[in-house]
């Protein structure tokens, strides 16, 4: 026997849910609230095709995840990427290693991260600090990289969803890494007091 949905609650059950997700990868809260909307009228008109085969909330996150697919097919953000990375190779690689070399830039190494006493009650903090360094991350890194460690998508499939080489894919993981890292080190790891 189908589990019975239950269309009238989907906003006050799993709306903020949907919302901080889809706002975690699209970095627009109008947009994020559009494709929520777009991802429950989808539901209600799918709604008669739900199996059962995952919970109610499963499903609606597996429409939203399509919807937030279609929203970066129709942008094209990833579009002339190899032209993007090409362009800023120079400048990129100028912030963070020595150009006679290769080596890091001794203000730009990695640092030691050091464990906090109080990590359980700063996770709040640090994931703010993180959604911060998200947003300032370039676009044509930021749905890649998301792709990757919050979606848990294979980089064949990312490269296939964004349009992308399996060479650009990789550049832009370095990349995104790499900017991450140092945002987070500026902002957390390494501040007096975080951010």
Not at 69 to 97: P, Q
Request: with cysteine; glycine share 4%.
């Amino acid at each position: 026997m189908t589990p019975e949905l239950d269309p009238e609650n989907w906003l006050p059950n799993y709306g903020d849910y949907l919302y901080s997700y889809c706002l975690q990868r699209v970095n627009h809260p109008e947009t994020a609230e559009d494709i929520v909307q777009e991802t429950l009228v989808a539901a209600l008109r799918a709604k008669d095709g739900f199996k059962g085969e995952s919970s109610e909330a499963t499903w609606l996150v597996a429409i939203l995840k399509n919807k937030i697919t279609d929203f970066y097919r129709k942008k094209d953000v990833l579009k002339e990427a190899g032209d993007y990375l090409e362009s800023t190779e120079k400048e990129f690689s100028e912030y963070f290693f020595d150009a006679s070399n290769g080596h890091w830039l001794r203000e730009a190494a990695p640092q030691s991260w050091s464990d906090s006493a109080d990590a359980g009650l700063e996770k709040a903090e640090f994931d703010q600090v993180l959604r911060k360094c998200l947003e300032k991350m370039p676009p044509k890194l930021a749905p890649v990289f998301i792709a990757r460690f919050f979606d848990d998508e294979d980089s064949e499939t990312i490269c296939k969803v964004h349009r992308i080489s399996p060479s650009n894919y990789w550049v832009i993981m370095h990349r995104a890494k790499l900017l991450l890292r140092a945002c987070l080190e500026r902002n957390w790891f390494l501040s007096a007091s975080p951010k």
